[in-house]
């Protein structure tokens, strides 16, 4: 491979891993809070179709970027029904959610199934773009990568050193000690389910938006799987969930390309790469774990653990 | 034991009439759960600078009460004053906003987070967190109060006794002014249970309201200024602790009889080694060796996660032995397990009698047939009808309430099914009997019936007693071995006063 190659290889790396980022680090915000949501496919593709919608209809990208997290918000509202009011058991509810997802996406969508979009364009970063190779890679995308970048620090920040992060960990760690340190769990949990939903939401929306730029059925392409298992290799990080997204990103492009290229290897096999990979993370993940004692992993103490009432 | 207390503060008659506003006032506050009256017309003054205990059996209504004083539920009737005003929670946030801080038997903190955190929760100030201003002002308070936490550590790394400080830390942070503490000690080694006793009387001597939940006669004797007994929902009593003559005078107050703490021990005889610990080494375990025969108890004591636990999953055939040799009944461990018999042989009380010992969707005959099925068994099938009769029969010999057997497990309090438990594994005349923390929790009463039990097991069965707590163990035990990080620290007849002065620093690892 010819160096041009590699780095445009890299860039697009970059760009496919965006996405699952914004969703990666949705569901940690979720998790964090105690709630795991196993709905992130769905939500992503019904996001992706409402980004899509909107821009298409009002010819505003930033309100379609907008209405895909909203959207986002608004089925993991669903979920936070489900869960923190009526007790529903999180993993039946999230697969749920991902089915119900998927199905609504493409009934509403049927109709606009290979129309474009404009979306979002590449910006080059001005000076900072003219870097040698890093220039390349990082400062010739869109603007919605730039978010990216500041996105696990923001996310770090508001987890470690905000009040509202402090509250949502304390509801994901041990609920009871929230409740008795004068503060509603379920709330919490509520608010953290939902704004973890605005970023997967923002994640489906960059797939239509500018990634692919048009609206098609299986658009989320598994992206949500994904997300939820890097949640677990990152070890609840958000820091280490960057470079999972940008290995996973790695693998996509590259067997994008590899297909692009006309190789012998048929494109089923390549197409199951970024799931191979996936399998491979989580159990390279749990024996690191399991060497580590659990605590260590950090998955939160209370996570999937529906807060029971008192009396 | 008597209080050590500021003497001439306060007299007999001010419990009832202090010219001193109480901090909070209950008057005549009840609750109600379905069929059962929790609390019932309870008035109570709890003064400033002062150390209330509040004393009682299981079930006698101070969980619930507190929960009311915490905001957790709403009195049914009667009302709630703090410093002279009615208040009404809606929620542990206001009874918190009131200066109304409890600290919990099982601790509200989350382990995977720094004690500043930990303190911090819910009283941020802020949106953005000042860790470092934090951490000073938690270390400030801690050092101020003696507390000695220090604030950037993880309390999932910290000790029962550091987290429990760190609960009160919470409370100072929060400027509570009463501070409800629900059986404190239950977790505490006694040198950790000392250092609280002084911390509360710290607190007191600034002019905080302690108010002191327990069951442990000696130590509310010795930490409060006034006793108040809760009995079935009601305040049955309310005197100054220093009108108590006796832990036993104080029982008696307590559950309105007469009850033989003092337990009559008659010597039995040793018989042959029914057990045969030598050089057993393992994860947890280093280099234990002890035997025991029968018409003997042994106690083993420690703080809890020193070994005990690890100990008897290996006597009870859960783990294997690492190096080193056990022998069972004069059987090599390995083939003792192969082929034991249920009965004659080998009997277990677990510590978690309601996950372990028994099965809470389960009726009484079903959990008998637990570790009894092989008596009932009729090649593929159970005589249903032979161990419903057994399991009535041993409702009523050890007096377990409800006495109804179609009764699921989970319907039974704690004291009661203890004494079910007990009962089924008699039942299997053990040669060999492990009992772990036998009566922790349980009231006056329900103990008193299982140390009786565990004295006359002795006539045919060796006993292996795990405790925490001292006095049990010396109460029953014929000898004891103390147990700190997995190795056995000293073991002593409990006649040898020598020894037993010093059982509280070989807990602690002490040698010297």
Known sequence: MSPELVIALLAAAVQAGTPILYATLGEM????????????????????FAGFFVCHSTGSAWLGFLAGGASGALLCGLHSLVCQVFLGNQVVSGLALAIFGIGLSNFLGTPYVGQGTEGFSKIAVPLLSDLPVLGQIFFRQDILVYLCYALPVAVWFLLN???????????????AAAAAAGLNPRKLRALGTMAGGFLC????????????????TGLSGGRGWVAVALVIFAFWRPGRAVVGALL??????????????????????????????TILVLVFTAARARGARGVASGAPAALGVNIEPEG | MTAQRPA?????????????????RLSGVSKRFGQILANDGITLSIYPGRIKALLGENGAGKSTLMAMLAGRFKPDGGHIEVAGTRVAFDSPRQAIAAGIGMVYQHFMLVENMTVTENVLLGQEGGFVL??????????????????GIDARARVGDLSMGERQRVEILKLLYRESRVLIFDEPTAVLTPVEAESLFAALRSMSAQGKSIVFISHKLEEVLSVADEIAILRKGRIEGEFLASEVSSPADLARRMVGRDVVLEIEREAVAPGRVVLDVRNLSGPGLDDVSFDLRRGEILALVGVAGNGQQQLVEVVCGLSRPGSGHVTILEQDWAKFFQSRDWKGALAWIPEDRAGLATCRGLNLTDNLLLTTRQGFAQGQWLERGRASTVATDLVREHNVQP?????????????????????????????????EQPTQGLDVSATE?????????????????????????????????????GRVMGLFPVTDTAQVERIGSLMAGLKA
Not at chain 1, 161 to 175: D, F, I, V, Y
Not at chain 2, 14 to 24: C, E, K, R, T, Y
Not at chain 2, 131 to 144: D, G, H, T, Y
Request: proline share 3%; aromatic share 6%; charged share 15%.
């Open chain 1, 29 to 48: 915000l979720s998790e964090k809070s105690g709630v795991l949501n196993l709905g992130v496919e769905g939500v992503m593709a019904f996001a992706s």
């Open chain 1, 161 to 175: 050193r905000t009040s509202l992060g402090l509250r949502l960990r304390a509801a994901g760690e041990m609920p």
């Open chain 1, 201 to 216: 939401g923002l994640g489906g929306a960059y797939v239509s938006l500018a990634h692919m730029h048009l609206w098609t």
């Open chain 1, 248 to 277: 996973f990103g790695g693998v996509m492009a590259f067997q994008l390309r590899l297909q692009a290229m006309g190789t012998n290897v048929p494109s089923s096999l390549l197409l199951m790469l970024p799931y191979t990979l």
């Open chain 2, 8 to 24: 001439g503060r306060h007299t007999a008659a001010d419990i009832s009439l202090a010219d001193v506003l109480p901090q909070v």
């Open chain 2, 130 to 147: 000042n860790l470092a201003q934090m951490r000073r002002k938690v270390n400030e308070l801690s050092e101020r109060f003696g507390l």
């Open chain 2, 403 to 435: 006495g109804n057997i179609e009764a699921q497990a989970w319907q039974l309090s704690g004291g009661n099914l203890q004494k079910f438990v007990l009962g089924r594994e008699l039942y299997r005349e053990p040669r060999l009997m492990v009992a």
């Open chain 2, 449 to 485: 019936a299982v140390w009786q039990r565990l004295l006359l097991a002795r006539k045919t069965a060796g006993v292996l007693l795990v405790t925490g707590d001292l006095s049990e163990a010396l109460t029953l035990a014929d000898r004891v071995a103390v147990m700190f990080r």
